[in-house]
């Protein structure tokens, strides 16, 4: 557990190394969360990979204990990919799987796409690679955070992420103040920072390993989104998960880390 000192602030990141140890050379997995939660939502993920492979994980800035890069802050994707490579560094990782999901799953995608010698696969859950395809968010988040508040648009947030009694209740306690204790203008600076983001000019360039993870039911990113990602990325596959929404790696973060496993084997089987 440990801060790295970025332009922006502090970010917090924790290595996990309990391989076991017969796992020689253990490779490793960088875990990047998306909006409004924090490196928490991996938690169910972990049981299923950390006998044989090292867990990075962090806190994206803005949220959990990594600081607020303030409000007037100027949110880039060029920034995120270079907190990504510059946790995997201070983890001392040269070559890694990355995962991410929502907006860190856009964010794996461009390292994917810009920095092929960094990674090892890249799995994308519930993320978009064109902003615009992005539903349900434009004018509707600062509508409702403006006229009711964070901890109204966390309220509303949970229904388009989960369906009824998907979740305990303390993992829907969890999530949902960690919806409605973060800031307003990070939530929103990194909301409007996806919905100019596209990537579709850059997707055919990947040639690494890449596992697509698609909820039925988001109400932001489309099952057609994700299968029209898979169709420009040779060799990518996708799993739709059926009765599943936005809030996927959490309400099925078992499920997930299961998959993950099995992808992870059957290209790296060493």
Same mark, same amino acid.
């Given at each position: 557990?440990?801060?790295?000192?970025?332009?922006?602030?502090?970010?917090?990141?924790?290595?996990?190394?309990?391989?076991?140890?017969?796992?020689?050379?253990?490779?490793?997995?960088?875990?990047?969360?998306?909006?409004?939660?924090?490196?928490?939502?991996?938690?169910?993920?972990?049981?299923?990979?950390?006998?044989?492979?090292?867990?990075?994980?962090?806190?994206?800035?803005?949220?959990?204990?990594?600081?607020?890069?303030?409000?007037?802050? $100027?949110?880039?994707? %060029? +920034?995120? *990919? !270079?907190?990504?490579?510059?946790? #995997?560094? /201070? &983890?001392?990782?040269?070559?890694?799987?990355?995962?991410?999901?929502?907006?860190?799953?856009?964010?794996?995608?461009?390292?994917?796409?810009?920095?092929?010698?960094?990674?090892?696969?890249?799995?994308?859950?519930?993320?978009?690679?064109?902003?615009?395809?992005?539903?349900?968010? $434009?004018?509707?988040? %600062? +509508?409702? *955070? !403006?006229?009711?508040?964070?901890? #109204?648009? /966390? &309220?509303?947030?949970?229904?388009?992420?989960?369906?009824?009694?998907?979740?305990?209740?303390e993992k829907f306690d969890w999530f949902e103040r960690e919806h409605a204790t973060c800031a307003p203008h990070v939530t929103l600076g990194?909301?409007?920072?996806?919905?100019?983001?596209?990537?579709?000019?850059?997707?055919?360039?990947?040639?690494?390993?890449?596992?697509?993870?698609?909820?039925?039911?988001?109400?932001?990113?489309?099952?057609?989104?994700?299968?029209?990602?898979?169709?420009?990325?040779?060799?990518?596959?996708?799993?739709?998960?059926?009765?599943?929404?936005?809030?996927?790696?959490?309400?099925?973060?078992?499920?997930?880390?299961?998959?993950?496993?099995?992808?992870?084997?059957?290209?790296?089987?060493?």
């Open positions: 557990m440990a801060f790295l000192a970025r332009p922006s602030g502090r970010i917090y990141y924790e290595a996990i190394d309990i391989t076991a140890p017969w796992v020689r050379d253990p490779e490793t997995i960088l875990f990047h969360h998306g909006v409004s939660t924090d490196r928490g939502l991996w938690a169910e993920w972990l049981p299923h990979l950390v006998d044989r492979y090292r867990i990075v994980r962090f806190d994206l800035r803005g949220f959990g204990q990594s600081d607020d890069p303030g409000k007037d802050y $100027q949110w880039a994707l %060029d +920034d995120l *990919i !270079a907190d990504t490579m510059a946790v #995997a560094d /201070a &983890a001392g990782c040269e070559r890694f799987h990355m995962v991410g999901e929502s907006t860190g799953g856009t964010v794996a995608i461009a390292c994917a796409a810009r920095m092929p010698e960094r990674l090892l696969s890249v799995t994308a859950s519930n993320a978009a690679y064109r902003g615009a395809s992005v539903r349900n968010v $434009q004018g509707k988040w %600062d +509508d409702v *955070i !403006a006229r009711d508040g964070q901890a #109204a648009w /966390a &309220a509303e947030m949970m229904a388009g992420r989960f369906f009824p009694d998907a979740l305990t209740p990194l909301a409007n920072m996806l919905l100019a983001t596209d990537l579709a000019s850059e997707v055919g360039k990947i040639a690494i390993p890449m596992f697509l993870m698609c909820p039925d039911s988001s109400p932001f990113v489309a099952v057609d989104e994700m299968r029209d990602l898979m169709n420009a990325v040779e060799g990518a596959e996708l799993m739709v998960f059926p009765h599943a929404r936005h809030g996927l790696p959490l309400s099925h973060g078992a499920e997930c880390g299961a998959q993950l496993r099995s992808f992870l084997e059957r290209h790296f089987p060493g």
